[in-house]
T-cell receptor
Framework: QQPVQSPQAVILREGEDAVINCSSS?????VHWYRQKHGEAPVFLMI?????EQKGHEKISASFNEKKQQSSLYLTASQLSYSGTYFC???????????FGTGTSLTVIP | NAGVMQNPRHLVRRRGQEARLRCSPM?????VYWYRQLPEEGLKFMVY????????ESGMPKERFSAEFPKEGPSILRIQQVVRGDSAAYFC?????????????FGPGTRLTVL
């Protein structure tokens, strides 16, 4: 039930854009996005609750397509501070386990 | 408002010893999740607890691992007779309820090294 993320890794130059996808074989009730820097704890970015919902956090936004059981994270005009591993996460409706995606390593270079 | 606290931050044990990891959730949170993260890998769910109850331990090995969240005090993840394969970062996260829409807030993690 672990969501699959793509791409696995991406390298960007400062100012470039990136899209990270998260797909699940199970129905998604909500999607959480986290960023983890090396050696640190995951930090919450945003949560999407409804199909079609889009949210933004500075230059990072996300969408949630409930029918396709997927979510995408958009990073625009990337900054060096965006480097890290991005995880999507989901908890099935009525379930107890929280499943994190496979992760996407993002590296922003000058 | 203090965040999620974990201690120790680093723990070194020899094979066969016991490791005890502690997690104090955010104030007002009564739900705790434990995750294990191997180097360069993602977070794997281990166990979900509410005060005095284990709600779901399906991600935790049945041998040597146990968890508790007493009425008073932190949640504890205990690993008995540690082996080298237990070396990993262990994170706990807390949330106010069990809702799938609640944000989980993570502690800084305990990095366990088994010699």
């Amino acid at each position: 039930q672990q969501p699959v993320q793509s791409p696995q890794a991406v390298i960007l130059r400062e100012g470039e854009d990136a899209v990270i996808n998260c797909s699940s074989s199970k129905a998604l009730y909500s999607v959480h996005w986290y960023r983890q820097k090396h050696g640190e704890a995951p930090v919450f970015l945003m949560i999407l609750l409804k199909g079609g919902e889009q949210k933004g956090h500075e230059k990072i936004s996300a969408s949630f397509n409930e029918k396709k059981q997927q979510s995408s994270l958009y990073l625009t005009a990337s900054q060096l501070s965006y480097s890290g591993t991005y995880f999507c996460g989901t908890k099935p409706r009525g379930g107890n386990q929280f499943y994190f995606g496979t992760g996407t390593s993002l590296t922003v270079i000058p | 408002n203090a965040g999620v606290m974990q201690n120790p931050r680093h723990l070194v044990r020899r094979r066969g010893q016991e490791a005890r990891l502690r997690c104090s959730p955010m104030k007002g949170h009564s739900h705790v999740y434990w995750y294990r993260q191997l180097p360069e890998e993602g977070l794997k769910f281990m166990v979900y607890l509410q005060k005095e109850n284990i709600i779901d331990e399906s991600g935790m090995p049945k041998e040597r691992f146990s968890a508790e969240f007493p009425k008073e005090g932190p949640s504890i993840l205990r690993i008995q007779q540690v082996v080298r394969g237990d070396s990993a970062a262990y994170f706990c996260a807390s949330s106010p309820t069990s809702s799938a829409t609640d944000t989980q807030y993570f502690g800084p993690g305990t990095r366990l090294t088994v010699l």
